[in-house]
């Protein structure tokens, strides 16, 4: 059942980036700016913050796993779309989709989790299943421009119709693994539960609770711009497109190590301080991709890697497993945390596009980001002492 979740978590890294090696290309074929660009990547987070709460509040009651299976094929709709897209209001659109896709699997699966697994097990659990977005993204930034554009003609709409197959392959293992080799459970479904929006109000009222959602609002910034942005800011750099692509796979790469290994070593007391050293070393790593040189790029792109590889399951945990937090509360805390979250996920690539056109380069929106990183690291710095004392 692991296997399953973490294998519709790569398709969903694959369709949230595999635009992202695209950029130059689509935006010339549909005649795209930059902003134009930025806010078409982060189309989705919108759709995703407006979606999530009332998602959080009925995914019980419709399935948990009914949810997975549902969003991955909206997923899959969302990347067959944009081949089809021919301006920009229809490309915004397809991208958008996914907004509706991704919170029916993220809202689930942390709950799904909690079921399978007991507490002790719960942190590795949950950096394997989400080190599936990081072997996604990997796989379109590194794959896209070496190997699939000439496998196809070096056509983009292609790309997207050969992407959209894989996502739905995964899909139908999933429903293959969930429905016909899975256990069945308490975790298929709760019909009895209600929407029971004042959860969300209680749990603002925690000034833990506000905290993470702070970090998850900020790094979600980082993680989107910079993901979305990366293979146009290594290529700005003088790297060709295919070279830029494969480079900006390498931070992924770490990550999915990262994401595995950092909440299986980090004790549940000390999530927020191991965040503190991620969020220091993600501000070293944008500014040294600001510096001339390519030693400097690849140590920049091996910190960013490091620094990020735990910021979702660390950020995610600090949430859940606080020690006021209830069962009935884990699938609203979900939706809140990446309700949050995704309004970083829409700012990012737009923020960093808009900034980069202003100021004619990527400096100005990596020193940014940095300045960004060295707030949050003093929020987790508070987080962590709120922790102490039992808030």
Request: contains cysteine.
């Amino acid at each position: 059942m692991l296997a399953g979740i973490w294998l519709v978590n790569v398709c969903i890294g694959l369709s949230m980036f595999c635009m992202a090696p695209l950029v130059s290309v689509v935006a010339a074929d549909l005649n795209l700016s930059l902003v134009a660009m930025g806010s078409v990547l982060g189309a989705w987070p919108l759709l995703y913050m407006l979606v999530a709460l009332p998602l959080g509040a009925v995914v019980d009651r419709i399935g948990l796993r009914r949810c997975v299976t549902l969003g991955a094929w909206i997923v899959t709709l969302s990347v067959l779309l944009r081949g089809q897209a021919q301006g920009y209001a229809s490309l915004y659109l397809a991208v958008a989709l996914l907004g509706l896709g991704v919170p029916l699997i993220s809202i689930s699966t942390p709950k799904l989790v909690n079921y399978w697994f007991p507490p002790g097990e719960r942190g590795t659990a949950t950096g394997f299943y989400m080190s599936g977005p990081s072997v996604g993204a990997m796989l379109g930034l590194a794959l896209t421009n070496l190997v699939v554009m000439p496998a196809v003609g070096h056509q983009w709409r292609m790309v997207m119709l050969v992407y959209a197959l894989m996502t739905a392959i995964a899909a139908s293992a999933w429903w293959v693994v969930a429905y016909r080799l899975g256990p069945r459970g308490p975790s298929d479904r709760e019909p009895g539960r209600a929407m029971q929006w004042a959860q969300y109000l209680r749990l603002l009222e925690r000034p833990s609770a506000r905290r993470v959602l702070l970090l998850a609002t900020g790094s979600f910034l980082f993680m989107h711009g910079l993901s979305n942005w990366i293979p146009e800011i290594l290529r700005s750099a003088g790297m060709n497109a295919a070279s830029a692509g494969l480079w900006a796979a390498l931070p992924v790469a770490i990550t999915v190590l990262g994401a595995i290994l950092v909440p299986r070593v980090t004790p549940p007391g000390r999530r927020a301080r191991m965040l503190i050293l991620l969020f220091l070393l993600a501000a070293v790593a944008a500014l040294l991709l600001t510096a001339s040189g390519f030693g400097w790029t690849v140590l920049g792109l091996i910190l960013l890697g490091v620094a990020r590889s735990a910021f979702w399951p660390l950020t995610l945990l600090c949430l859940t497993e606080a020690q006021d937090m209830q069962r009935s509360e884990l699938a609203p805390a979900g939706a809140l945390f990446f309700t949050f979250g995704e309004l970083g996920g829409v700012l990012g690539p737009l923020i960093i596009g808009a900034l980069a056109q202003v100021s004619g380069s990527f400096v100005l929106p990596l020193v940014a980001l940095a300045g960004l990183c060295l707030a949050l690291a003093l929020v987790s710095l508070s987080l962590e002492r709120l922790q102490r004392a039992g808030a």
